[in-house]
């Protein structure tokens, strides 16, 4: 979808759909207020009016609710109401006037980047495998969103850019977590990495394969992917946009391309969701590929172990002791627990091996965040809040909300190893989330450290721009963080 600001004021552009907000209390801009049906239009937030003022054109009124209300989020929403609107009508393209920031919970760069951001994730279809009359016409689409701004063309021009450029990247996640795991392997998902590193000079790509993750010690990854036939892969791609000499942020994605359990294998129900337990690890490789082609002026490493976990007479067993690559021995009492177990291994190599001197993770990592968090914030764990409190602030602004869990010493203590140094699961019912984090911070060399545990937030949250099924939870929240961090 083609995204654009413009100066001009909305009854001058040409496109198939008009969108103009209304706030609570408020009156209907006089463009529109004698038009035929203006007097039914309705300012609750979510609420819409079409009115025909000629033959042809359409506008769409969309209630914003209270202005002291209304922030980038709620603007995310009436994107993907109106797309949903314009989709009806088979619209091809949609012109939004930017809604005045006066008075309300954000400013008209944040509000633009919501409008860019709810149009594009709201595009996003996954119909491939859907078979289509050939001589049907295809389904509508929406190919280009205008930003009217006559005050403000300039100003937020940035901002939409980086916002359209974060959701397609987000719309790309997404298409790799709802790509069954026929399709996508750990070495699809390699070959995504060249491709990104083949359309960017600045990006660098590195593979290792089964043999090399073994023979390099790394036997968290080569235990987990021991039970398949599918290739592991060691994912890294370096992006090379800062000074040399400074700092390297370490992105880590889990890409379990299915998890079935291993041979603690899980119930069968929904199990087909397993699919989606490569979404950080997509969500890492497709925010690279943004901040490759935003140019943003920071150095990336990012690492994403990729494996298959399968149940099979080559499989891992509860009871395997591993040793990490870091050195550390591990008891793997649950085979279902295997997330950590990559993550470990790609934790200590993004550090040692690719130099980063601060780490974010990322991965479906455990169901109890889900109980937690529900699907509304994914859980945040860090050994520094300052590393969090950013973190946080750049989800508050995407809409990829955290919630921060606490670490201490006494959850720690429930990965102890009977035989060996940890285990990887407790026997005790608790704070899994908690436990598993305690877990991954055990490989990160004392850097400054943030886990994302989007179990929750990666599938099936059910937000108007988003709907269900894949959401590319991260994508768009570590653009903002590098962004951000060069402002
Ligand atoms: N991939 C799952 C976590 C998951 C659950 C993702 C639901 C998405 C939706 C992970 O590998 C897993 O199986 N975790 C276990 C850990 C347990 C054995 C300690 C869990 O959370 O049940
Ligand atoms: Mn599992
Ligand atoms: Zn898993």
Same mark, same amino acid.
């Given at each position: ?25 408020? !009156? ?40 002291? #209300?209304?922030?980038?989020?709620? @603007? ?129 790509? !590195?593979?290792? *394969? ?51 359990? *291993? ?9 087909? #969701? ?13 925010? %690279?590929?943004?901040?490759?082609? @935003? ?8 690492? %994403?172990?990729?494996? !298959? ?9 509860? *009871? ?10 591990? #008891? ?32 479906? @990592? ?6 937690? @968090? ?114």
């Amino acid at each position: 979808m083609d995204v654009e600001v413009t100066g001009q004021p909305l009854e001058a552009v040409d496109a198939d759909l008009q969108v103009v907000g209304l706030m609570q209390g408020e !009156e209907l801009d006089s463009a529109y207020s004698d038009l035929p049906g203006a007097r039914d239009v309705r300012s609750g937030f979510r609420k819409h009016t079409l009115l025909r003022p000629d033959g042809d054109r359409r506008v769409l009124v969309i209630g914003l609710g209270k202005r002291e #209300e209304l922030d980038a989020e709620r @603007l995310r929403i009436a994107a993907a109401v109106s797309v949903q609107q314009a989709v009806n009508y088979e619209a091809r393209s949609v012109a939004w006037t930017l809604p005045d920031a006066d008075g309300t919970a954000a400013d008209p760069a944040a509000f633009a980047a919501g409008i860019a951001d709810g149009a594009v994730l709201a595009s996003f279809r996954f119909d491939r495998f859907k078979s289509r009359d050939p001589d049907d016409p295809p389904p509508p689409a929406i190919e280009c969103l205008l930003i009217s701004a006559p005050d403000d063309a300039d100003s937020i021009q940035d901002a939409v850019t980086t916002a359209h450029v974060a959701a397609e990247a987000a719309n790309r996640a997404r298409e790799l977590q709802a790509l069954p795991a026929n399709f996508v392997t750990p070495t699809y998902l390699a070959n995504r990495a060249r491709e990104i590193a083949d359309a960017y000079d600045s990006v660098e790509v !590195e593979v290792l *394969g089964r043999d090399e993750i073994t023979q390099r010690g790394m036997g968290g990854l080569a235990a987990v992917a021991k039970g398949s036939e599918q290739e592991p892969q060691l994912i890294s791609l370096r992006y090379s946009g800062g000074p040399s000499d400074g700092e390297k942020l370490g992105l880590v994605g889990k890409a379990v391309t299915f998890d079935t359990g *291993g041979i603690s294998i899980k119930p069968s129900a929904r199990m087909e #969701e397993m699919k989606m337990d490569m979404s950080g690890g997509a969500a890492v490789l497709e925010a %690279v590929a943004a901040i490759a082609e @935003l140019g943003v002026p920071v150095n990336v490493v990012a690492c %994403v172990p990729s494996a !298959e976990n399968m149940p099979s007479g080559t499989a891992t067993r509860p *009871g395997d002791i591993i040793t990490q690559l870091n050195g550390k021995t591990v #008891e793997v009492t649950n085979t279902d627990a295997e997330g950590r177990l990559i993550l470990a291994d790609a934790l200590t190599y993004c550090v040692r091996e690719l130099g980063a001197n601060r780490l974010v993770d990322i991965a479906t @990592l455990t169901g109890g965040v889900l109980i937690a @968090l529900g699907t509304t914030y994914a859980g945040l764990l860090a050994n520094e809040d300052e590393w969090a409190e950013r973190i946080t602030a750049a989800g508050g602004r995407t809409g990829e909300i955290v919630w921060r869990l606490p670490l201490h010493p006494e959850f720690r203590e429930l990965i102890d190893g009977k035989d060996s140094d940890l285990v990887n699961t407790s026997s005790k019912r608790k704070a899994s989330t908690i436990y598993a984090a305690e877990f991954l911070q055990e490989f990160t060399d004392d850097v400054p450290w943030a886990h994302l545990d989007i179990a929750g937030t990666a599938w099936d949250v059910g937000r108007a721009y988003v709907g269900n099924g894949p959401t590319g939870f991260g994508v768009r929240l570590f653009v903002d963080l590098v962004t951000a961090s060069t402002e």
